[in-house]
């Protein structure tokens, strides 16, 4: 480890001219906010790098989709290369699925700060100061989501700061034991941390998250190693960010108590006037089918969160209505209701049972939309579906709930 301080930025994963959705309904308002995002929150990865005085920044991949890439999303990197060159930050950067450098049009020169990899092979890039070695960045790019092999970034010299830099998967059982102060990963859009505390691995995850599904922090890793000493802080970059909560409705819920519960949540989690935050409601009956709520109460939540402007930065974008559990001992009862939740259990076991749906649908517009939604949905959002086909089920065998208020 290098007795000098070494201080840099690990980001990776800006895929711009990928604009956020996952929403129903985008209203009209928002639509630049979503499409700029992406582009915000790279930005403010340059502008955290120069605030923090780093060394360098290293870039782990899938920053922008070079082959098909606009005129100005081309542009917009350059800038955001150009600013670092002037405050004399170096850049290294290996490409992932979407940004091979080999790939980076002739006639656009890249910054003189900037030092990419090629593909499939490890290359070293070595940090001075002074005239003084300080740092070592070995990296290696990548066309496709592949393997990378701990070993080829191995090293024995202690006596400079040795850093691994590539874009995708690596067995993490490996990683201590490479001689590797620091192993910076692009790849996954979710923060992590892999293998042992003293391997110091992470994937930074991308700073700006995509689609309602991706809730918590988006951000870069701010290192500084000096002394065999290692500290990583994550700095929060994303321009907008998504939440969802789960609130329970009783009987003797009312709307007006609801509305003070959403408020509340909102003001808890208030970032200020320069980051949007987007919310996912999630309404849990605490009986399966007993809604405290009727349609047109509900419809008019729906209308009135989505379009309330009193907090312009904070905006509802989604409310579903879900069953809560279904009571243990349904489940094995030795009647059709318990037949039917066992049935219900068995499909929510297979992967694929969804398709078996297919057959149940009336032919009509709908079909294909539902169809193309089943097959698009997460195993997660499948799990939800045999949860709500579970209980419409047991609703309309205990006769709680009517055919036509269910069809609905």
């Known amino acids: ?16 001219e990928e604009p956020l959705g996952g929403i129903f ?45 606009s005129p100005y999303t081309l542009e917009f990197v350059l800038q955001q290369f150009e600013k670092l060159h002037e405050q004399g930050i170096q850049v290294y950067w290996v490409g992932g699925g979407e940004d091979d450098p080999d790939l980076w049009p002739a006639q656009l020169s890249l910054s003189k700060n900037v030092h990419t990899f090629p593909v499939g092979m490890v290359d070293t890039y070595r940090f001075d100061r002074d005239g003084e070695p300080i740092a070592e960045i070995v990296g290696q790019s990548a066309r496709r989501q592949t393997k990378l092999l701990a070993s080829d970034f191995s090293g024995s010299n202690d006596q400079i700061t ?27 859009h979710i923060y992590e941390r892999l293998g042992r505390k003293s391997a110091n691995a992470f994937y930074c995850g991308s700073p700006q998250g995509r689609s309602p599904a991706e809730v918590g922090r988006f951000s870069c890793n701010l290192v500084e190693l000096k002394y065999g000493d290692v500290e990583v802080r994550r700095i929060d970059v994303a321009a907008v960010h998504w939440y969802q909560e789960r609130l329970h409705l009783s009987p003797a819920t009312e709307l007006r108590q609801l509305e003070t519960e959403v408020l509340e949540q909102m003001r808890q989690n ?45 905006r509802t974008v989604g409310i579903n209505l879900l069953s809560g559990e279904i009571p243990a001992g349904e489940w094995d009862e030795d009647s059709i209701l318990g037949d039917f939740l066992r049935v219900v259990r068995d499909l929510q076991q297979q992967p694929e049972a969804h398709r078996q749906l297919e057959t149940y649908l009336p032919d009509s517009s709908l079909k294909e939309i539902v169809l ?37």
């Not at 097959?375 to 036509?404: F, I, T, Y």
């Open 270 to 314: 208030s970032l200020g006037d320069e980051t949007l935050a987007l919310w996912t409601w999630d309404l849990v009956r605490d009986e399966p089918w007993a809604t405290p709520l009727g349609p047109a109460e509900l419809q008019r939540l729906m209308h009135t969160w989505r379009t309330d402007k009193s907090r312009s930065r904070q």
């Open 1 to 16: 480890m290098a007795l000098e301080r070494v201080r840099f930025l690990h980001t990776s994963d800006w895929h711009l």
């Open 25 to 69: 309904e985008v209203p009209s308002e928002l639509r630049d906010d979503l499409m700029e995002a992406p582009y915000q929150a790279a930005e403010r990865v340059v502008e955290s790098a120069i605030r923090e005085a780093v060394d360098f920044v290293l870039l782990a991949g899938d920053i922008l989709p070079i082959e098909s890439a």
């Open 162 to 188: 040795r850093i691994a830099l590539g874009h995708g998967g690596i067995d993490p059982k490996l990683l201590d034991s490479q001689g590797v102060d620091y192993w910076a990963f692009g790849g996954k």
């Open 372 to 408: 193309a939604e089943l097959k698009g949905a997460s195993p997660e959002l499948h799990q939800q579906m045999w949860h709500e086909v579970a209980a419409l089920g047991a609703g309309l065998l205990r006769g709680d709930v009517s055919l036509d208020p269910a069809t609905s």
